[in-house]
């Protein structure tokens, strides 16, 4: 009997393999650029390893990966057993496109793309983990339609905005197509919500109430993040030791999403 | 050591085959490799080898092929083979080199498709590169008795 494979993607099958090893996987993402996603990622991985939950942190953005900048991780990376070894930062294992690539660039088109991520996928050696965290880039392009493809049987959204309109009304639109592709969407994070000063509080993106937001995206604002100059000179995983308010933020953001609402 | 683990995936895909299609064994695995990867055929088929043991899997022939990669830039149309593409790999710095227990390797070796981020167009510089497959391990044909 022949079992004609032909052209049977291996690095597929693969993938799925892996996925099948993890317990959950939250997405992150905003359909708009420069609102900290990759910080709230980061963030929440590191939260959620410090539940003592066996968590990864997968960078898509294949163009403007970031998520290593936060967690200061960097190539050379290398091979173990059973693929490559993701790095490790504040007990979460990390990977991204940008440990192989470092500072070049990456021009790429669609279906390479998605060949791509199943390939990173694929290759890397999670081992079992409770929660996989991925670092969506900006837009609703193929990084975006690949990561629900691989994923969406087991994942969440986690929505990212400022509390600009400007950013508002481009999340409304990436929150329809979570809607369409039915993907369960575990809530909004405000994300640079406000700033903390001597005198108080202050609101550089403006101020989003919570009913409003809910109205506008259908989904409940679950986590208020500060605005968090310090991680540009300080690893995320630095700034959660010293930043009592932003770590108890992220703290409550990955209780909500290990013990749900 | 990752001929090794592509090996380790095939291998245990056949095996998903054999239950899944209640044969009692497999015969013959044939794979093709992409150029790209830059794969050492004798280390996977060696790999193969290795782990076909067990009543299900022993004595299964093996065949492993290479793909070839043929490149082209989009902005010039100037058309290149691979061995093109091994002078400019050999150029990419160590500090990108992933690190393997006997030498370590370029990236494409793991990631393929990431060679817009290494090659480019040998006449007008372009990263703007096509390629015309050999960028995947791809399972041809199990026969199973």
Known sequence: MTWSARGFPY??????????????????????????????????????????????????????????????????????????????????????????????????????????????????????????????????????????????????????????????SVVARLRRLIASERIPLEGVVLNMAYA???????????????????????????AELPLEPAVNSESLVEVLRKSKETSTAFKALADRVVRGP | MHEMGIAGGIVEYSLSLVDERRASRVTEIWVEVGELMQVDVEALSEALRTLLSGPKLSGAKTNVKVRSAAFSCRRCGEGWKMDEVKKQLASVPSSLLVEEPDSDEVPLHFLPYLYPAFVHCPKCGSSDVAVADGQDVQLMRVVLE
């Open chain 1, 11 to 168: 690095q597929e099958h693969e993938a799925r393999r892996k996925v099948d090893q993890i317990g959950s996987v939250v997405m992150v993402g905003s359909g708009k650029g420069g609102v900290g996603k990759s910080f709230v990622a980061s963030g929440l991985a590191l939260s959620l390893a410090g539940m003592a939950r066996r968590t990864g942190v997968l960078d898509v953005d294949i163009h403007g990966a970031s998520l290593p900048s936060y967690l200061r991780v960097r190539p050379p990376l290398r091979t173990g057993r059973r693929g490559i070894e993701p790095k490790r930062s504040g007990g979460v294992k990390v990977m991204s496109v940008a440990l192989f690539t470092g500072q070049n660039p990456v021009p790429m088109r669609g279906d390479a793309k998605e060949s791509l991520i199943t390939q990173l996928v694929a290759l890397t050696d999670w081992g079992p983990l409770d929660y996989l965290v991925v670092d969506l880039p900006p837009s609703m392009g193929d990084e975006l339609l690949s990561a629900f493809r691989l994923f969406g049987g087991k994942s969440r959204f986690l929505l990212v905005t400022t509390p600009s309109p400007n950013a508002l």
């Open chain 1, 196 to 222: 903390s000063e001597r005198r108080g509080r202050s609101y550089p993106f403006g101020v989003a109430d919570a009913s409003s937001v809910r109205k506008m995206l259908r989904a409940d604002v679950i």
